[in-house]
């Protein structure tokens, strides 16, 4: 994958956030593929006022687009896994691939899985919300070495105990 234009990724869980921003939600009304094409819309708009960052919305796999890296959306490249359910693993697998700095990534995201895997790949995470406000949120920059020298730094350890301390209700 070359992105030469742009310095930093933008990776969204394209029917998480669908499903976690009230505005996009309701767009399901009409059926998926106007959802999509609301949620592209979004992030286009989005991307005018953050032209640093190439934007790429990651689907679950649709039998139409399945395994399609060329689908565009409002000018937004849209990628469709392979498997009806493996969405998740498309974006965990396009950050731990990615050639470039992995904490030029931001993953758009309220999945656990998805952002738990990501940051150990060294991309930042945000929420769904992130794409709505238009405020520039930290996107991962520098991380603060973990007390070995590998794995992930302390305190992204501790969000990640603390959500599964909330998860498992410790």
Request: aromatic letters at 8%; glycine letters at 10%.
């Amino acid at each position: 994958m070359n992105l030469v234009s742009k310095s930093k990724i933008l990776l969204i869980d394209g029917y998480n956030v669908i499903n976690r921003v009230l505005g996009l939600q309701a767009s399901l009304d009409g059926g998926l593929e106007n959802a999509r094409n609301r949620l592209a819309l979004q992030i286009s708009t989005w991307s005018q006022t953050h032209p640093a960052f190439e934007c790429v919305i990651v689907f679950d796999g649709d039998p139409q687009y399945s395994g399609s890296r060329n689908q565009y959306l409002a000018g937004v490249r849209c990628i469709f896994s392979r498997t009806p359910h493996g969405g998740d693993e498309e974006i965990i697998r396009f950050v731990k691939n990615y050639k470039g700095r992995k904490s030029d990534i931001t993953v758009v995201s309220d999945d656990n899985n998805v952002g738990n895997n990501c940051r150990a790949h060294g991309a930042s995470f945000q929420p769904s919300s992130y794409i709505m406000t238009g405020i520039p949120h930290h996107t991962g920059g520098r991380r603060e070495p973990s007390a070995d020298g590998r794995g992930i730094d302390r305190r992204t350890a501790a969000a990640i105990n603390k959500e599964l301390r909330k998860k498992y209700g410790l």
